[in-house]
């Protein structure tokens, strides 16, 4: 079967290995409660609302994989969506690609997405789908930038910085996942760039280093990321407002 007429097989992977530190002390990040429910469970499902995601890899800390597969078990998601769970690793660059790793054969293309954007829309997921689909190789949602953007000499923490540069506002963008993917792209580029240090935290920037053209589909401001005290407080807003219009 030639790769014109092998039918599209789209999973996702949702990398939730990460401490989360920047939220304090406590539970990892992605299993920090919103709304009565940890995140992680908010972002699985996110990606099961897709209709075209047949596949959900949950990529855990590696001590405690059973206790997410338990807590998943216990929610309500739809019975059309697989889920599995695997345990990460050390890496954001290695967590994926052991959830990559779990990928059935008969996958194509793959969402990337991160646990802690917890509300991203439906349709957002569905436009970075239908672009891989069409037969972009990796494509990301994006927005344009409110603030101007300032390139910096950068110093100490709370020292005064000198600007160097003044980038063009209206040729940048502010990216969010889900990120997708051709599967053999991203494999490929696994499998070239070694894992230094921290590793790779953004998966379309390792395909853009094998000289790879990335997309931008535009991205939707409630998929924002919840990194911050604050950004816990948006979350909740927007989480009742959807429940109070019955849109969640």
Do not use: C, N
């Amino acid at each position: 079967m030639s790769d014109e007429t092998r039918p599209h097989r789209t999973a996702a992977v949702i990398p939730a290995a990460g401490r989360g530190v920047r939220l304090g002390p406590g539970a990892p990040k992605a299993l920090r409660v919103l709304g009565g429910t940890p995140m992680l469970v908010h972002a699985v499902r996110a990606m099961a609302r897709s209709r075209a995601i047949s596949l959900v890899v949950v990529v855990a800390p590696s001590d405690g994989a059973d206790e997410v597969r338990l807590l998943l078990a216990e929610q309500s998601l739809p019975e059309r969506t697989e889920i599995l769970v695997v345990p990460g690793g050390e890496t954001r660059q290695q967590s994926v690609r052991a959830g990559l790793d779990a990928l059935p054969q008969d996958v194509t293309s793959v969402l990337v997405h991160d646990a802690a954007r917890p509300l991203v829309p439906v349709d957002t997921v569905d436009a970075v789908i239908e672009a891989v689909r069409d037969g972009a190789p990796a494509v990301v949602p994006g927005l344009p930038l409110a603030d101007t953007v300032k390139e910096v000499e950068p110093g100490k923490p709370g020292e005064p910085e000198p600007v160097v540069a003044t980038p063009e506002r209206a040729r940048l963008r502010a990216v969010q996942t889900p990120q997708g993917f051709d599967l053999a792209t991203l494999v490929r580029a696994h499998t070239a760039l070694a894992v230094d240090g921290e590793g790779a935290t953004d998966d379309a920037g390792m395909v853009e280093r094998l000289g790879i053209t990335v997309t931008v589909v535009p991205g939707h401001e409630e998929a924002f990321k919840v990194t911050r005290p604050l950004d816990m407080v948006l979350a909740e807003a927007v989480l009742a407002r959807r429940r109070a219009t019955d849109a969640y």
